[in-house]
């Protein structure tokens, strides 16, 4: 904690439905009272709001901060805050981020990575821009230029030097994060990219479309190897994992090509508009299964080789077992605005919603 305002945003970890918390002066160094509003939302209830005010600053930079009624203020360190709703007997940790990068962008970040060695960061924005900085400092190293119009997502090879990234110019495009030059493109889709995977260590790329189709291609040529699947709905994400020993994952109609690496023994997951999370067989191309949600699927990811999670646009979280997808195993659903992505975590996970 440092001076000046250092906590433009809280994170929750909890996920629960204490939710849009903006405190942005109570940790400022300042000694006069910083306030911020918070509300309490449960599903089919009234939103309780309500607010937090500082009233003070010790001398080792831990805030006093009361809570307005319908709220309670529980443990206070230099890093988080523990605020409790008793009415509906839900609480959330909310926590100070390491730090905060406000110049990378000017408009809001719609997608970001971090490389696997944890120097660089990559992000696209609403400004319709994409970036890669230095993700101790924020300072900006490189711009890449050359999609045309939004660039919807980015993400870093598993080698950290080299970026692939989709957009509404149906491009899929793979940059050096050394000299911001773009050393392939991929062209195909017929409708904007939504979501992209990258298979074991990069030679083969995945991308999913507007026009309703996934496709895997081939790095080292600069081809599509074929169309995973056809949904005839847009498909909004889309996620690779290696499957449970124990799933059918059905049986190519055609030998696959030697160019194709690291499918064989791999569940491909499909976040679709239709309401429908799908899974399909990497290498096969056949469908696994097919669950209908209550709402357009928007993300998906793998807990392990037995469980997954797809997010919804209307706020529900799925978890489901790919052996038996019949009923999910569990159904989390704290507020209903939309699911936008969803991430594994050490035993847990982090997801992003939308307002």
Same mark, same amino acid.
């Not at 050359?146 to 080299?162: I, T």
């Not at 529900?316 to 991430?343: E, K």
């Given at each position: 904690?440092?001076?000046?305002?250092?906590? !433009?945003?809280?994170?929750?970890?909890?996920?629960?439905? =204490?939710?849009?918390?903006?405190? @942005? %002066?109570?940790?400022?160094?300042?000694?006069?009272?910083?306030? +911020?509003?918070?509300?309490?939302?449960?599903?089919?209830?009234?939103?309780?709001?309500?607010?937090?005010?500082?009233?003070?600053?010790?001398?080792?930079? /831990?805030?006093?901060? *009361?809570?307005?009624?319908?709220? /309670?203020?529980?443990?206070?360190?230099?890093?988080?805050?523990?605020?409790?709703? !008793?009415?509906?007997?839900?609480?959330?940790?909310?926590? *100070?981020?390491?730090?905060?990068?406000?110049?990378?962008?000017?408009?809001?970040?719609?997608?970001?990575?971090?490389?696997?060695?944890?120097?660089?960061?990559?992000?696209?924005?609403?400004?319709?821009?994409?970036?890669?900085?230095?993700?101790?400092?924020?300072?900006?190293?490189?711009?890449?230029?050359?999609?045309?119009?939004?660039?919807?997502?980015?993400?870093?090879? !598993?080698?950290?030097?080299?970026?692939?990234?989709?957009?509404?110019?149906?491009?899929?495009?793979?940059?050096?994060?050394?000299?911001?030059?773009?050393?392939?493109?991929?062209?195909?889709?017929?409708?904007?990219?939504?979501?992209?995977?990258?298979?074991?260590?990069?030679?083969?790329?995945?991308?999913? &479309?507007?026009?309703?189709?996934?496709?895997?291609?081939?790095?080292?040529? &600069?081809?599509? =190897?074929?169309?995973?699947?056809?949904?005839?709905?847009? /498909?909004?994400?889309? %996620?690779?994992? %290696?499957?449970?020993?124990?799933?059918?994952?059905?049986? @190519?109609?055609? !030998?696959? &090509?030697?160019?194709?690496?690291?499918?064989?023994?791999?569940?491909? =997951?499909? +976040?679709?508009?239709?309401?429908?999370?799908?899974?399909?067989?990497?290498?096969?191309?056949?469908?696994?299964?097919?669950?209908?949600?209550?709402? %357009?699927?928007?993300?998906?990811?793998?807990?392990?080789?037995?469980?997954?999670? *797809?997010?919804?646009?209307?706020?529900?979280?799925?978890?489901?077992? /790919?052996?038996?997808?019949?009923?999910?195993?569990?159904?989390?659903?704290?507020?209903?605005? @939309?699911?936008?992505?969803?991430?594994?975590?050490?035993?847990?996970?982090? *997801?992003?919603?939308?307002?």
């Amino acid at each position: 904690v440092g001076a000046g305002l250092l906590l !433009p945003f809280f994170w929750s970890r909890s996920l629960s439905s =204490l939710s849009r918390t903006h405190l @942005p %002066a109570l940790y400022s160094r300042r000694r006069d009272e910083g306030e +911020a509003w918070l509300s309490c939302r449960s599903p089919g209830e009234p939103t309780l709001y309500g607010s937090l005010t500082r009233r003070g600053l010790s001398t080792d930079g /831990v805030p006093d901060i *009361a809570a307005s009624e319908g709220f /309670v203020v529980g443990e206070v360190t230099k890093k988080s805050i523990l605020i409790s709703c !008793p009415h509906e007997n839900v609480s959330t940790k909310f926590l *100070a981020p390491y730090t905060t990068f406000s110049r990378i962008h000017q408009k809001s970040v719609t997608c970001l990575d971090i490389s696997s060695g944890g120097g660089l960061g990559v992000s696209t924005s609403t400004d319709g821009t994409m970036k890669i900085w230095q993700a101790a400092n924020g300072e900006i190293r490189r711009l890449l230029e050359g999609h045309v119009s939004d660039v919807n997502c980015c993400r870093f090879f !598993p080698s950290g030097l080299v970026v692939l990234s989709g957009g509404m110019d149906a491009q899929l495009k793979i940059w050096s994060a050394e000299d911001a030059s773009c050393v392939v493109t991929f062209k195909g889709h017929k409708g904007g990219i939504l979501d992209t995977a990258i298979v074991e260590r990069g030679r083969n790329v995945l991308s999913c &479309s507007r026009d309703g189709s996934v496709r895997l291609w081939d790095c080292g040529k &600069s081809t599509c =190897l074929g169309t995973v699947a056809d949904c005839g709905a847009p /498909v909004n994400g889309i %996620a690779a994992g %290696a499957a449970d020993c124990a799933l059918n994952l059905g049986t @190519p109609e055609e !030998p696959p &090509s030697e160019r194709e690496v690291g499918t064989e023994g791999k569940l491909l =997951l499909l +976040a679709r508009e239709d309401k429908k999370l799908q899974g399909v067989g990497l290498q096969s191309r056949q469908p696994v299964f097919l669950f209908v949600g209550s709402d %357009a699927f928007n993300c998906c990811t793998f807990l392990s080789s037995t469980y997954i999670l *797809a997010g919804t646009q209307d706020g529900n979280i799925y978890q489901l077992d /790919v052996r038996n997808t019949n009923a999910p195993i569990q159904v989390i659903h704290r507020s209903g605005a @939309p699911v936008l992505s969803l991430l594994p975590y050490r035993d847990g996970f982090g *997801a992003s919603q939308g307002k």
